[in-house]
């Protein structure tokens, strides 16, 4: 297993659209692990394949309750949303707060390529559907609005200028 190197706002690789998987082989059975070393390296709850600058649909989380590996998750069903904070490990030091349904429904495929079905409500329901949200390109920045996003202009400069966006 090896930790990859999560890809900081301002890089690309966070823009771009994963495509779902076929089938899981070696490459996303490997790829769930490093992603899942790396995420716990960085004492995150959640990551995508984007982050890493892959563009599978592959995610991990893991918010304490055991660490879920899915391939191609799409919600099914959703509840009423609730507003709730969130960190991302593409944007470091940075909390916004954001407004998502509370409990959900997924469709996605396992570790092992089996299709599965998993009800998650609470902080889990919003780890998934903020990876879910890397897999589309989008970021936590997009969902809020121009209070919040000023309120860490500072930060995202910050980051911004220490990226490294070469690999
Ligand atoms: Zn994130």
Do not use: W
């Not at 999560?6 to 823009?15: E, H, K, N, S």
Request: aromatic letters at 2%.
């Amino acid at each position: 297993m090896s930790i990859l190197k999560v890809r900081l706002y301002g890089d690309p690789a966070l823009r771009k659209k994963a495509a779902p998987v076929k089938d899981i082989g070696d490459n996303e059975k490997k790829l769930f692990e490093d992603m899942a070393q790396t995420m716990y390296a960085a004492n995150g709850v959640g990551l995508a394949a984007t982050q890493v600058g892959v563009d599978k649909q592959l995610i991990v989380v893991d918010v304490g309750s055991g660490l879920l590996k899915l391939a191609n998750p799409k919600i099914v069903h959703a509840s009423c949303k609730k507003m709730g904070e969130e960190g991302c490990l593409s944007f470091p030091e940075v909390t916004v707060k954001i407004k998502r349904p509370e409990k959900i429904k997924i469709g996605a495929l396992n570790h092992n390529g089996q299709a599965v079905n998993i009800e998650a409500e609470g902080l889990s329901a919003r780890a998934l559907q903020h990876e879910m949200d890397h897999l589309d390109g989008v970021v936590i920045i997009d969902k809020i609005g121009i209070r919040q996003r000023l309120g860490i202009a500072g930060k995202l400069r910050k980051i911004k200028k220490g990226g490294n966006f070469n690999g």
